[in-house]
């Protein structure tokens, strides 16, 4: 694994690393996006907001085990949703559409791995190997907009392909060849080819306070839950954050299942920024990449049928850039597991103008 700056905390909890190998890339994005000007913020329509999202297990745990990283670009425009998507969010009697609407694209990849990735055979008490490469798009509607209050919620409609086709074996062992590190030997053994597909919902209510000095403090809940024969689950949870500007932007992303977040925030030619902290947990009624195939035989293990992440982190933005690094803490998902699952995720986000 390459090197680079630890940070301790207490033992038994999460361990962040940042590696000379991301540096020059991070520097050079947000040296390119803060050339642009600030945009006012009636002027966000005519432009959109990017983002990148990496979760990596190397910056949690330090190995790569379980849960062993994600990828995922995002595109979001406060222009008028595609009729399509619209009319899926007004056929669904929970989904409110209000006042502020807006549209998501993604696309991204997810890679998990059994602890042992050393061994070429298969090791029927551990995770399968896995791969996830999808698509997605999401709409997003803001419904309540008060002073010390703001309610929204995003219906997600993902379509992807689970197995050899997602490529996720290629790509990890093609980067371990690229940073010279030991290749992981058990990708035969991974889950086979199947399509699939994942409708979300998620609602979130927001509650702002002024503690002085120019800070405020949000509670924010939410109401999470997915269908589908990758992910089936229901859950909920609650982020806190403390700092300047909250108003301004709604939370980092995070890649499902995690924790509520979008590319927006609100351009701002002062600097904002936020600690942040929370807590989400899942009843786990399917998980593909746990229970296996759902239209073939295939590798599986037990999974737990209740799951709790914990995500502690910062978030600064400036003009047109925001920049969140995170840790993640995830209870162990399956009968049998060593240990918990740590992993740690770096968002860009940025506006860009049309």
């Known amino acids: 694994m390459t090197q680079g700056i630890i940070i301790k905390l207490p033992k038994g909890f999460f361990k962040f690393r940042t590696t000379y190998l991301l540096t020059p890339f991070f520097c050079g994005l947000v040296f390119l996006v803060q050339a642009e000007a ?29 849960y062993s990283h994600g ?35 993604s696309v991204g990849q997810k890679i998990f791995t059994p602890q042992d990735t050393k061994r070429r055979s298969l090791i029927t008490d551990d995770r399968p190997y896995a791969g996830w490469l999808y698509g ?5 509607s803001r419904y309540v907009d008060e002073p010390n209050l703001q309610v929204g919620n995003i219906l997600g409609l993902t379509v992807g392909v689970v197995g050899p086709s997602s490529h996720a074996g290629d790509i990890q062992k093609g980067f371990h060849d690229l940073i010279g590190v030991d290749k992981p030997n058990g990708w035969d053994n991974q889950l086979n080819d199947e399509l699939g597909i994942l409708l979300t919902y998620t609602r979130r209510w927001q509650y702002f306070q002024k503690v002085g000095w120019g800070l405020e403090f ?16 229901a859950g909920g949870g609650m982020m806190l954050r403390l700092g300047k500007g909250l108003r301004k932007d709604i939370a980092p992303p995070n890649i499902r299942p995690g924790f509520p977040g979008v590319p927006y925030f609100r ?10 902290a929370g807590v989400e947990g899942r009843a786990m009624a399917r998980n593909i990449f746990l229970d296996g195939n759902t239209f073939s035989d295939s590798h599986s293990v037990d999974k737990k049928p209740l799951v709790a992440d914990v995500q ?8 047109n850039v925001r920049l969140a690094i995170s840790n993640i803490w995830r209870s162990k998902e399956f009968k049998g597991q060593d240990e918990n699952v740590q992993f740690g995720a770096i968002n860009l986000s940025f506006f860009v103008p049309y």
């Open 38 to 66: 600030a945009t006012p913020p009636e002027e966000l329509k005519r432009g959109g907001f990017f983002s990148i999202q990496f979760e990596n297990d190397l910056w949690g745990s330090g190995d790569d085990q379980f």
């Open 71 to 105: 990828t995922e670009l995002s595109y979001l425009s406060l222009k008028e949703p595609p009729g399509w998507l619209t009319r899926v969010g007004q056929g669904l009697p929970f989904f409110h559409i209000g006042d502020v609407n807006a549209v998501q694209y």
């Open 136 to 140: 997605s798009a999401n709409l997003l």
């Open 218 to 233: 949000e509670t924010a809940p939410h109401l999470v839950g997915a269908l589908g024969n990758v992910y089936t689950y």
């Open 267 to 276: 351009t701002s030619q002062e600097t904002n920024w936020y600690f942040f």
């Open 312 to 319: 502690f982190g910062f978030a600064f933005h400036f003009e």
